[in-house]
């Protein structure tokens, strides 16, 4: 019921272009009073619409919100297919949940969802990820390589590589990834990357790589407990992006690096991600399930596992931990 006032209330103002359709105007064609017409015009104002009100004209849509739809994203697109089939919703709880399902359905490799907002983000450790509407991306991309279950971490550092390939097409700045998911711009944090899997004894069914990256956010955006530690592209970059433009460009660069990574092994992306990383030759503590490691990162190994030297001349390799510099 609301949805259809909804969109009754946006095709009246689509067909009015830029005249202002009167409270009373409304009120008729929704049938109900001015006041909950007032209570309508308010929700699309949260939902980022801006709205101007004149008396005794009426109300005219004056912006939208700058949403992602799939057709604008398929618009330029050139993969073959990573982000061909796009599951997009406004609201969700989280768009792992729903590529966890699409996954077990048998959906085409490739297929990505998109969600305008979560409600219950999540990110490693079963943290909560921030996912305000309309301002970050927020998606989930099911895979289904044919390899040993031992390399699908290493889809994590490939999707890393993809994303500050991405970030520097887009947007001219230089991102670091700190091992092993890890984005950031000037120390703080832009972008996670959660990846799941479903697979039983040694075979993969699926792989969902869950990607969240801070685009427009403003400081204020950020909960004050993450104002220290996360950033945006749009705070680092001084500028809002068309974030349709940087999913292009993340979905253009994984797919070449995917490919090459099926076809000659983890080697090449080794190679790239070396060139991205921050923690490598550095002082660090790795906080892992079983303990603390604190020590030189000495680099990561041919298959994407981090070698911690400790103290003692120790070598570690630590296949996952928060790690700080
Ligand atoms: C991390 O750094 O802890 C990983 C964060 C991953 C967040 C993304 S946002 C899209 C997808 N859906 C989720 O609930 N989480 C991932």
New binding site residues.
């Given amino acids: 019921m609301q949805s259809e006032i909804r969109k009754k209330l946006l095709d009246s103002f689509t067909s009015a272009g830029e005249s202002y359709l009167s409270g009373q105007f409304l009120a008729e064609l929704i049938g109900c009073s001015r006041t909950a017409v007032w209570k309508h015009i308010e929700e699309l104002r949260k939902e980022g619409f801006e709205l101007e009100a004149v008396r005794k004209k009426g109300y005219r849509i004056i912006k939208t919100p700058e949403k992602i739809t799939a057709d604008e994203i398929r618009l330029g697109l050139t993969t073959e297919f990573i982000g061909k089939n796009i599951h997009y919703e406004e609201t969700v709880e989280?768009?792992?949940?729903i590529a966890h399902r699409l996954a077990s359905e048998n959906v085409p490799e490739g297929t990505v969802v998109i969600a305008e907002e979560?409600i219950?983000?999540?990110?490693?450790?079963n943290?909560p990820?921030h996912?305000p509407k309309y301002t970050g991306i927020?998606?989930?991309l099911i895979l289904r390589p044919n390899v040993p279950l031992t390399k699908a971490p290493q889809l994590t550092l490939l999707t890393a590589v993809a994303i500050v390939q991405a970030i520097e097409e887009v947007t001219g700045l230089n991102p670091e990834i700190k091992w092993p998911?890890?984005i950031l711009l000037n120390g703080k944090?832009i972008t996670?990357?959660?990846t799941e899997m479903q697979a039983e004894a040694d075979q993969i069914h699926s792989i969902i790589i869950?990607?969240?990256l801070n685009v427009n956010q403003t400081k204020d955006d950020f909960p004050p407990e993450l104002q220290n530690i996360a950033s945006s592209l749009l705070i680092e970059k001084g500028d809002a992006l068309s974030r349709a433009s940087i999913i292009r460009s993340i979905f253009t660069h994984f797919e070449k690096l995917y490919l090459l990574f099926l076809e000659k092994g983890f080697y090449p992306i080794k190679l790239l991600w070396e060139g991205y990383a921050i923690s490598i030759g550095k002082m660090l503590k790795a906080r892992t399930l079983t303990g603390v490691i604190e020590g030189k990162a000495l680099g990561i190994t041919d298959e994407g596992v981090l070698k911690i030297e400790d103290a003692s001349g120790v070598i570690h390799h630590v296949y996952s931990a928060d790690i700080e510099l």
């Fill in positions: 989280s768009t792992q949940k979560q219950s983000g999540r990110g490693r450790m943290r990820w996912s927020w998606m989930s998911n890890d944090k996670g990357i959660l869950g990607m969240g």
